[in-house]
T-cell receptor, first 116, second 104 residues
Framework: GAGVSQSPSNKVTEKGKDVELRCDPI?????LYWYRQSLGQGLEFLIY????????KSGLPSDRFSAERTGGSVSTLTIQRTQQEDSAVYLC??????????????FGPGTRLTVL | KNEVEQSPQNLTAQEGEFITINCSYS?????LHWLQQHPGGGIVSLFM???GKKKHGRLIATINIQEKHSSLHITASHPRDSAVYIC??????FGAGTRLTVKP
């Protein structure tokens, strides 16, 4: 079956512009996660959705970052007024069960964001 | 101090060798994940475990909850096992990863 998909695969933007990154989870998966991986760095948790609600937004690095999920399916991560330090690969993952980190996660291919 | 520590940071092995990667954590958890990140960047979940031991093919993962320690073993390693192996605890705090290179 179809896995987790993300779009765009690559995004180059200018400093100060807003960007939207999209994640399509596996159909029927209740939990959805966003992560960030900066160049040469480890994975960093950003936000977790349980259905359409986000019980934990603690990982969002600043108020320029926001995310929503609609219909228990597609999620969008928005970064406003992008800065060069936002350059990273943004990864999405989904899992069948709710409960943060308590089920196997399936990762998308990521969106590579470059802020010039 | 990072709440999730992995060792070694880098590991080079010859094909056929037995590999062990370690993960220690300092927080209470209900599950621990082992992930594999291929050179192209794709991430695959290898194991999620909360106690004991799991095996899948040549991969074995163990966890000791009392000692807050987990190990990932690879038997009869192969060049295709070359990747970064990452452990993560329940609320998705990650170790820095172990870069494994298996030479033919």
């Amino acid at each position: 079956g179809a896995g987790v998909s993300q779009s765009p695969s690559n995004k180059v933007t200018e400093k100060g512009k807003d960007v939207e990154l999209r994640c399509d989870p596996i159909s029927g998966h209740t939990a959805l996660y966003w992560y960030r991986q900066s160049l040469g760095q480890g994975l960093e948790f950003l936000i977790y959705f349980q259905g359409n609600s986000a019980p934990d937004k603690s990982g969002l690095p600043s108020d320029r970052f926001s995310a929503e999920r609609t219909g228990g399916s597609v999620s969008t991560l928005t970064i406003q007024r992008t800065q060069q330090e936002d350059s990273a690969v943004y990864l999405c993952a989904s899992s069948p069960q709710t409960g943060r980190g308590t089920d196997t996660q399936y990762f998308g291919p990521g969106t590579r964001l470059t802020v010039l | 101090k990072n709440e999730v520590e992995q060792s070694p940071q880098n590991l080079t092995a010859q094909e056929g060798e037995f590999i062990t990667i370690n993960c220690s954590y300092s927080v209470g958890i209900s599950a621990l994940h082992w992930l594999q990140q291929h050179p192209g960047g794709g991430i695959v979940s290898l194991f999620m475990l909360s106690s004991g031991k799991k095996k899948h093919g040549r991969l074995i993962a163990t966890i000791n909850i009392q000692e807050k320690h987990s190990s990932l073993h690879i038997t009869a390693s192969h060049p295709r096992d070359s990747a970064v192996y990452i452990c993560a605890v329940t609320d998705m705090r990650f170790g820095a990863g172990t870069r494994l290179t298996v030479k033919p």
